[in-house]
Nanobody, 123 residues
Framework: QVQLVESGGGSVQAGGSLRLSCTASGRTFSSYGVAWFRQAPGKEREFVGINWAGGSTYYGDSVKGRFAISRDNAKKTVYLQMNSLKPEDTAVYSC?????????????????WGQGTQVTVSS
């Protein structure tokens, strides 16, 4: 079992930065792929990016070049650094984890989820 807790959300002006954290419980966190998803009101959940257990990362097209995911296995934490934020980045951001992923962009693939944290970007 893995439990995930996000933190670091808040409000920022366009062009600003925020860093979200996803901290996990469980002894085998390092073997899990950890992804970030976001959902804006009235929109479908969107894949943001993933940090694989081996350390490589992959990002969705809408955030590529602006967001970066990193992992600290000793702290059992995955970070989402968000730079050059835009109003359209406003959403609830959630982290998710799983060890067996086929379609990593599909949120239904993930067994473990955090509670979500709100990010609001004003123009």
């Amino acid at each position: 079992q893995v439990q995930l807790v996000e933190s670091g959300g808040g409000s920022v002006q366009a062009g600003g930065s925020l860093r979200l954290s996803c901290t996990a419980s469980g002894r085998t966190f390092s073997s899990y792929g950890v992804a970030w998803f976001r959902q804006a009101p009235g929109k479908e959940r969107e894949f943001v990016g993933i940090n694989w257990a081996g350390g490589s990362t992959y990002y969705g097209d809408s955030v590529k070049g602006r967001f970066a995911i990193s992992r600290d296995n000793a702290k059992k934490t995955v970070y989402l650094q968000m730079n050059s934020l835009k109003p359209e980045d406003t959403a609830v951001y959630s982290c998710a984890a799983d060890r067996n992923l086929n379609s990593y962009k599909d949120y239904s693939e993930y067994d473990y989820w955090g509670q979500g944290t709100q990010v609001t970007v004003s123009s």
